[in-house]
């Protein structure tokens, strides 16, 4: 009998730096800036609508991502996003994604990001493609918090 897993990921950090310059880095073409594990960002164009953006994602590990950004708001600080193709191929069918950040604006964290990162996965997904995720997001989310971090000290010299 195969164990109940739950499809969807949530992490979340309090990263010390304002909302805007965490937010700088929240845009398809800005991961491989920040996060440690994606070498390079590439705009491509497949075919789709002239609204939507693609992106290839090339990982230190060797491994390409196609990512389809669905959403994008700097009004409401969100990005969502899906893979529509990977090399190698993933071993479910399907994962969107959202970065969402707020404004911390009192108390012990005024002027930091509240950051949440949740990616829902398609039912095939199993635990270990869970669990991979939600180590991935922390680190990820690590490697934001020092890109923000870094901005913030270059912008007090």
Known sequence: ???????????????????????????????PKWYSQIKQAEH????VSDETDVYKWTFKD?????????????LDHFITYSVI????ELSYSSVVSTIRCWPVTSGEF?????????SKFASDA?????EDAKYKRRDALKD??????????EHQK
Not at 110 to 118: D, G, I, K, L, P
Not at 144 to 153: E, H, S, T
């Open 1 to 31: 009998m195969p164990i109940a897993t739950t499809n969807e990921v949530i992490e979340s950090a309090v990263i010390r730096a304002p909302l805007s310059h965490v937010w700088h880095f929240i845009k398809l073409a800005e991961f």
């Open 44 to 47: 491509i164009v497949k075919g």
């Open 62 to 74: 060797g491994s390409v991502v196609e990512i389809k950004q669905d959403e994008h708001s700097n």
């Open 85 to 88: 193709n990977s090399e190698p």
């Open 110 to 118: 005024e002027e930091s990001t509240f950051v949440r990162w949740t």
């Open 126 to 130: 199993d635990i270990g493609v869970i």
């Open 144 to 153: 934001l918090a020092a890109a923000a971090q870094k901005m913030v000290k």
